[in-house]
């Protein structure tokens, strides 16, 4: 059984920083892109990060870049998510999701894996 398990996520002051780890059982992940959306409350899901399954390409979604870092570490079947300078509006819960192929860019319903999500809360 195949699954993916986000941890890491609390409640931090704006400008602080959060380190979210996704660990991922159950199969490999060869070939797969592994990414980061976000669900605010009364908005819908959104990407934030993805990166191949090599970890040599990436994407960013313009709000979160120069600021949150995605890494990935193969052996360990674990994906990171760094957020520095946390802003109110980062607020949502985080999910971890991935999809087969080379794509690094697809909508959280085209992925074929995903977590239940940690809960990120920035306070101003």
């Known amino acids: 059984q195949v699954q993916l398990v986000e941890s890491g996520g609390g409640l931090v002051q704006a400008g602080g920083s959060l380190r979210l780890s996704c660990a991922v059982s159950?199969?490999?992940?060869?070939?797969?892109?592994m990414g980061w959306f976000r669900q605010a409350p009364g908005k819908e899901r959104e990407i934030v990060a993805t990166?191949?399954?090599?970890?040599?390409?990436?994407y960013w979604r313009d709000s979160v870049k120069g600021r949150f870092t995605i890494s990935r570490d193969n052996a360990k079947n674990t994906l990171y998510l760094q957020m520095n300078s946390l802003r109110p509006e980062d607020t949502a819960v985080y999910y971890c999701?991935?999809?087969?192929?080379?794509?690094?860019?697809?909508?959280?319903?085209?992925?074929?894996?995903w977590g239940q999500g940690t809960q990120v809360t920035v306070s101003s």
């Open positions: 999701a991935t999809r087969s192929g080379s794509r690094i860019l697809w909508a959280f319903r085209e992925s074929d894996y």
């Open positions: 159950g199969r490999t992940f060869d070939n797969y892109a």
């Open positions: 990166t191949s399954w090599s970890g040599s390409t990436f």
